[in-house]
């Protein structure tokens, strides 16, 4: 239960720090979210690559056909901050 708890309260602060930085995203009842960068126009790879360097792993989703967009699964506290750092430090915001 805790775990669930933990799953659908970063679940939604994660969906609305996406849609405040305008990236594309869905809404959630897993422990991950897809990400799309068309909208604000930057490339995933670049992202992605930038991420990996930081410690930070995201799964490119070329592979399923889902261009430009990146699968991000929900961790512990203090590494979603982190990754939200992170991904406003590589858009420029």
Do not use: C, P, Q
Not at 10 to 27: Q, R
Not at 37 to 51: E, G
């Amino acid at each position: 239960y805790k775990e669930i708890k933990h799953v659908n309260k970063w679940n939604y602060k994660l969906y609305k720090e996406f849609k405040k930085l305008n990236i594309n995203t869905n809404k959630s009842f897993t422990n991950f979210l897809l990400i799309n960068f068309d909208k604000i126009k930057k490339n995933s790879n670049k992202i992605f690559n930038f991420l990996a360097k930081a410690g930070i792993l995201v799964r490119k989703m070329n592979s399923y056909g889902i261009k430009n967009s990146l699968r991000v699964t929900i961790g512990k506290s203090k590494d979603n901050k982190k990754f939200i750092l992170k991904l406003k430090k590589v858009i420029n915001v």
